[in-house]
């Protein structure tokens, strides 16, 4: 009988299936997408989903909670600055798991545990590939140019 098991041990002790969570959730708010097993994914949502409500409001206190979990201090600054202010305006549902297949290995069903909306991305500066083609190219051009002007003298 399944009577009063409020979540899913993992086949993990108490200090693994913490760290495990707490690896999964700060992966979750790095990459804001991260593949998983269906049992992984739902535990680690209900931790993510009450860690960007508790970052909705940002004071110290609530800087301090969320810091017990997530040990990277770049992460939680990431969640109150970028995360959290995406999510103001929605009382809940902040992250979803989409089916991805089965694990080829143990035929695990695997998930992708997402953020519903995704952060804006700082537009790439052109590379310098991209710039040494452009200048090379106006290098090849500058002759037919000056023929062309040549030309029309």
């Known amino acids: 009988m399944r009577h009063r098991l409020g979540f899913n041990a993992l086949s993990r002790t108490h200090s693994e299936r913490k760290a495990l969570k707490r690896n999964l959730v700060t992966s979750l708010f ?5 593949e998983t097993t269906k049992a992984k994914a ?4 209900r931790l993510a989903e009450k860690l ?6 940002d004071s110290v206190h609530n800087r301090r ?4 979990v997530l ?3 770049d992460m939680v600054t990431k969640l109150f600055t970028e995360i959290s202010p995406m999510f103001v305006s929605r009382p809940g549902g902040y992250t979803r798991i989409l089916k991805v297949g089965y694990r080829n290995g143990d035929a695990a069903e695997m998930v992708l545990l997402e953020l519903v909306e995704k952060t804006k991305k700082p537009e790439k500066k052109a590379k310098k ?21 040549a030309k029309a003298e």
């Open 30 to 34: 790095r990459y804001e997408r991260i």
């Open 42 to 45: 739902k535990e680690a949502q």
């Open 52 to 57: 960007i409500t508790r970052a909705k409001v």
């Open 65 to 68: 909670q969320v810091a017990r």
């Open 71 to 73: 040990f990277d201090e």
């Open 129 to 149: 590939d991209d710039k040494k083609k452009a200048s090379s190219k106006a290098r090849k051009d500058e002759p037919k140019a000056k023929a062309k002007e």
